[in-house]
């Protein structure tokens, strides 16, 4: 037997949490030690990188692993994000257009930019890296999403985060990828 296997669901929730934690502790300790060796542009290009790669392994994992369909549309994203690792630690919500054609995603609470605030550092400008691995999650979930930001740092309003905005593109093309 392993040590999860006679925990109860508010032992495995306090797992899940601090895993969530840790992975995040992961990606700062990573582009942390790339930014001291190659300097912050370099950090970006590479951060941007690896989430190209593991946006996709996420949604992907998410999908398979809670039976959400291919093509699922805005209703498939809406639980594939509720299911990301970010929302184990993370407040978020999402917002419904009224005729259900738009979704929006907002990050009310993120503990790379709070952690920051409280250090009295200025914003991590994460605008690139969040274009890319929204858009690359999104696709994932359902090829015709197409990605919007709304607003991420750096040009997020004061105290804010990031906010999303995603739509199924036309059957017949539309852009591909995320938009500023």
Same mark, same amino acid.
């Given at each position: 037997m392993n040590a999860f296997e006679g925990m109860s669901r508010e032992e495995l929730l306090r797992a899940v949490e601090m895993f969530a934690?840790?992975?995040l502790a992961h990606d700062g300790c990573w582009f942390l030690a790339a930014e001291e060796r190659y300097g912050m542009e370099t950090a970006i290009e590479l951060?941007?990188?690896?989430?190209? %790669?593991?946006?996709? +392994?996420?949604?992907?994992?998410i999908k398979r692993t809670f039976g959400i369909p291919d093509s699922g549309g805005l209703e498939a994203l809406e639980r594939a994000l509720e299911l990301r690792m970010y929302a184990a630690i993370n407040e978020q919500?999402?917002? /419904?257009?009224?005729? %259900?054609?738009?979704?929006r995603f907002f990050m009310d609470?993120?503990? @790379?930019q709070e952690t920051r605030r409280r250090k009295?550092?200025?914003?991590?400008?994460?605008?690139? @890296?969040?274009?890319?691995?929204?858009?690359?999650?999104?696709?994932?979930?359902d090829p015709r999403i197409r990605t919007t930001c709304l607003h991420c740092p750096p040009d997020a309003p004061e105290?804010?985060?990031?906010? /999303?905005?995603? +739509?199924?593109?036309?059957?017949?093309?539309?852009?591909?990828?995320?938009?500023?």
């Open positions: 934690k840790n992975w951060d941007t990188a690896s989430w190209a %790669r593991f946006a996709a +392994v996420e949604a992907a994992r919500h999402v917002e /419904w257009s009224e005729d %259900r054609s738009r979704l609470t993120c503990r @790379v009295g550092l200025p914003d991590f400008p994460c605008k690139s @890296v969040g274009i890319v691995e929204f858009s690359t999650f999104a696709r994932t979930v105290g804010r985060n990031c906010g /999303w905005e995603f +739509v199924l593109a036309e059957e017949d093309g539309g852009p591909d990828g995320a938009t500023e």
